[in-house]
């Protein structure tokens, strides 16, 4: 078996950030020896500071499928990458932060819209925003593959903007709190090519996939056995999805219990 997991509102409590309530059944993961791959909107400087915390070393896919980061030695053979950085292989599947961040500023201009990206505010409007702390909104702003946006007042035009950026040729999905702006990139095309490199490894496998929201989809379409937890409110996300399983309970509490029933089953 090999877990994709997202992390905001899913194995991270949506609003506190914290995976408490998830941590028995991350331990039974562990001592099953399942892969825990991390699959979310969140940057490699957010993800790697979660990895380390929960001592998790698989790969991981950030920013919403820009980029895979695979350890040195994790798999015995050779596999095509784009770049070494650090310690890790990255197969790169997005485009450049620099690239979006000029797209989306003449977007603005021409459109004269108010969103605000990450790259328009300092790290302590980033913490205002999202109530994480100063050392992970500055982790949240190191973005490599992807601008997250915040329409603050005006919802009047968020369809407007994004229909814009969807004519200049990026792309988007909604996390649930912001919008995340990007290539041609999303977690599925990202899960299905580290599911080829897993299948190698491990031959037969079965792919789980556990997830909240609408940039979830792709995953939980790429995977065997989708499942979905409860937002916050206790409502789940509208997804129509063959085989998804919708899990009772919210965030990491919904997740444990996806862990369990994959366990017992
Ligand atoms: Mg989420």
Partial sequence: ?????????????????????????LELLRSMKIPIIFCSAKTRAEQEAHRQELGITDPFIVENG???????????????????????????????????????????EEGQFHFKGFGDMSAEEVMAITGLDMEAAHRAREREYGET???????DEIERALRAI???????????????????NDKGSAVSLLLDLFHKKLG???????????????????VDVPMLVQKAGGSWENINLDRLQK???IGPAGWARAVMQIAEA
């Fill in 1 to 25: 078996m090999v877990l994709f997991t997202d992390l905001d509102g899913t194995l991270l409590d949506r609003d506190t950030y914290s995976c408490a309530a998830a941590l028995p059944a």
């Fill in 66 to 108: 820009g980029a895979i980061f695979i350890p040195r030695d994790y798999f015995s053979f050779p596999f095509d990458y784009h770049r070494r950085k650090g310690d890790f292989m990255v197969i790169e599947l997005g485009i450049s932060y620099e690239k979006i961040r000029r797209s989306l500023c003449r977007i603005r």
């Fill in 149 to 155: 946006l915040e329409f603050g007042e005006r919802a």
């Fill in 166 to 184: 969807r004519a200049s040729g990026l792309n988007y999905t909604h996390g649930g709190r912001f919008y995340g702006v990007m290539g041609p």
């Fill in 204 to 222: 037969q496998l079965k792919s789980i996939g556990i997830g909240d929201s609408i940039n979830d989809v792709p995953m939980l379409s790429a």
């Fill in 247 to 249: 899990i009772q309970g």
